[in-house]
Structures are given as C-alpha cells and as structure tokens.
C-alpha cells in the first residue's frame, strides 16, 4: 500500500515571504516515484516536478526548489520569495513499484499568497 | 495539439439518472486514467487503462464502468447517479506511467452534481 500525507491544509502568507510546503510518503517498495502537481484557481492540475527513488539530489526551477530525504520519507517543495499567482492548490503524489500503474495523490495544501 | 479535453465542463443530474463523461487525448498516450475531486481529500483514482481494449479498477471504481475502444477515447460511465457522486472529475493521460516513467497530462475537469 501506498499513502501520500500533506499535514498543512491551508498556508498563508504574505508576497516575497519564502514558504515549504511538506510532504510525507509512505511505502514499502524501494522503488518510487514522487509529483508535484499544482492546481490555481482556475481548476486545471499542471505538472511541476518528478524525482524517482534513487535520485536523492534536490533540485531548483527559478523560484521552487525541492528536497527529497529518503530517511524522512519527505519529499517537500519551497516556494522562494512568493507571489500572488503562486497561490494555488499543491498536490504531492507518488506511484511505487516497477510496475505499478496507480499514482496516489495527498490531499492537497492550499496556499493563499496575500499581496 | 488540443492535448487531453474533457465533456462537458459542468453537468447536473438527479439521482437514478445515466450519463457518460467524455475525455479524448490526442497525443497517442498509452495510458489513460479517470480521477474524482473532492474537497479535503486529494483526488482519487476511479479506473484506468493501460491500453486499447485493458481496463482495470482504482481506488474508488463502485458505480463507475469505463471502456477503452481506441487509444484516444476513455469515457467514464455512470450507470445511476447518486448524490454521492457529486464530485469534479478529472480525465488524465500518459505516455507510460508504468514506473512512474510519464507525467500525467490532465483535462480541464467536468463539474457534476447529482440532485
């Protein structure tokens, strides 16, 4: 089994503050693929970042910037000097297994940028 | 490319009433899957096909059917609607998700409510 836990339900904060949003992930195959998918306003879900198992390396995209620690079990993504169009809902996701073919998503944090 | 479309965007039914979600991608992707929406718990898994003719069940499939007769059309079935299934539906589509190789490419949602 596999399970995908985002403990904030919602974050505020205020343009230009720097804020992380968590993710913990729970399984038992040792290898893993992890997402993050965010969905504005406007409701559609947009791919922003994969990161397989056995690459522990964090990576950075302009302002977002992630950290993968396997010996947490996190994965959590920081949003870099916000602003108000980075206000949207995030939904961390996994699938585990060679073959596995169900991706699991967290519940979902919602993050109010306030101008 | 129009990508992954879903119809229609919004739909009301009353209780005991069929209808059939549309989603069509045109990127030759492989896998299809269908997600429903629902506020505080992320989105979940309802059936998925991993090819012409292969479907298979998710995490919530009760009151569902899906069929994959070609490669670019997944509809979503539901045979007698309840309020339960009042819910944002989400069609998505990947070249491969199998391992976690693919991204997932999402339509634009069909809001349904059930009266």
Redo the contacts between chains.
């Keep these: 089994a596999q399970k ?1 836990t ?1 403990a904030q ?1 919602e974050i505020s904060v205020v343009e230009k503050e720097d804020v992380t949003l968590d993710c913990v992930y729970e399984t038992r195959d040792t ?3 992890l ?1 993050w998918y965010k969905q504005p306003p406007s ?3 947009v ?1 922003l970042i ?1 990161r ?1 198992s056995f690459d522990e390396q964090n990576e950075i995209s302009g302002r977002y910037s992630w950290n993968f620690q396997k010996s947490t079990s996190s994965f959590n993504f920081t949003i870099t000097a916000s602003q108000v169009v980075d206000s949207a809902v995030y ?1 961390c996701a996994l ?1 585990s ?12 944090t919602q993050l109010t940028v306030l101008p | 490319n129009a990508g992954v479309t879903q119809t229609p965007k919004f739909q009301v039914l009353k209780t005991g009433q069929s209808m059939t979600l549309q989603c069509a991608q045109d990127m030759n992707h492989e ?1 299809m ?1 269908w ?1 429903r929406q629902d506020p ?6 309802i059936h ?1 096909s ?1 090819g012409a003719g292969i479907t ?1 069940q ?2 919530v499939p009760n009151g569902y059917n899906v069929s994959r007769s070609t490669t670019e059309d997944f509809p979503l079935r539901l045979l007698s609607a309840a309020p339960s299934q009042t819910s ?1 539906y ?1 069609c ?1 589509s990947s070249r491969n ?5 693919g ?4 339509g ?2 069909t809001r349904l409510t059930v009266l």
């Design positions: 995908v985002q339900t290898t893993y693929y997402f409701g559609e879900l791919f994969r397989n939904f699938i297994g060679g073959s596995a073919r169900q991706l699991t998503f967290g519940s979902g | 896998y899957s997600y505080g718990m992320g989105l979940r898994l998925y991993v298979d998710g995490e944002v989400f998505a998700l199998a391992g976690g190789r991204e997932q490419f999402f634009p949602g």
